[in-house]
């Protein structure tokens, strides 16, 4: 599954599951664009590895909330790699709050950031893609999208929004060439869930038919099937890496 001659751009791309895909997508050949927004030494460590395995890397600071920062980074990547055909966005994040003590900011800095930051980065990429007749669109959902949670108000409808952004660019985009599909993880071994404690930890688990969480290079692989040419004929869909969570 060669993406060589490919440029990708990972949102989130510093560490994690971002991060894992941004390597990935490295190792398969594609020239990657790493965006972040706190983060420099990690992004900047990422770059390092890629470039040391032999691969081509940029990282571009960048909150993908901000429309025209977004158009700016995609020009960046473009005049460094090359334009954009596999966007991945990866950006995001998570607060913990009952939806009676949430405050509308709170809502909505994950709302944005989340779903909002797969837009604007959509439309940054978008008509590059539809003039080349080629694009790949990777939205990074989440079980929690699919089955909702707890505590979780703003970051479960940032995600299942982003399963509808997710196919309704697949139909706008479908007669250009450009496929767009989601990727649902469940539950994976990012620093978030290493720091839980041991019971909370138990719970999760039980929740997993396999029996262990995912790691980022399992998102990572599906990442990689989706942005090769081998998934041409697939739009539209979310792909659960989870477990069996979601059956």
Not at 182 to 189: M, R, S, T
Request: aromatic share 4%; with cysteine.
């Amino acid at each position: 599954m060669t993406l060589a001659g490919r440029t990708a751009l990972v949102t989130g791309g510093s560490r994690g599951i971002g991060r894992a895909i941004a390597m990935a997508l490295a190792r398969a050949g594609a020239a990657v664009g790493i965006n972040y927004v706190n983060d420099a030494d990690a992004a900047a460590d990422t770059v390092r590895e890629i470039d040391e395995a032999g691969g081509s890397a940029v990282a571009v600071r960048t909150d993908v909330r901000d429309t025209e920062a977004v158009a700016k980074m995609v020009a960046e990547v473009r005049a460094a790699l090359g334009p954009v055909g596999i966007l991945v966005n990866n950006a995001g994040v998570l607060r913990d709050k009952p939806i009676t003590f949430m405050s509308d900011q709170e809502w909505d800095d994950v709302v944005d950031i989340n779903l909002r930051g797969a837009f604007t980065c959509i439309k940054a990429v978008g008509r590059d893609m539809m003039r080349a007749r080629y694009g790949r669109i990777i939205n990074i959902s989440s079980a929690a999208g699919i089955t909702g949670d707890a505590m979780r108000a703003s970051y479960v409808a940032a995600k299942a929004g982003m399963i509808g952004l997710t196919k309704a660019a697949a139909r706008e985009f479908a007669t250009s060439g450009v496929t767009a599909n989601a990727i649902a993880p469940g539950v994976i071994e990012t620093d978030m869930i290493k720091a839980l404690s041991d019971a909370k930890r138990a719970a999760l688990l039980e929740r997993v038919p396999l029996g262990h969480f995912g790691e980022p290079d399992d998102v990572a692989r599906a990442a990689i099937f989706l942005a090769s040419d081998r998934s041409g004929y697939i739009t539209g869909q979310v792909l659960s890496v989870d477990g069996g969570m979601v059956m």
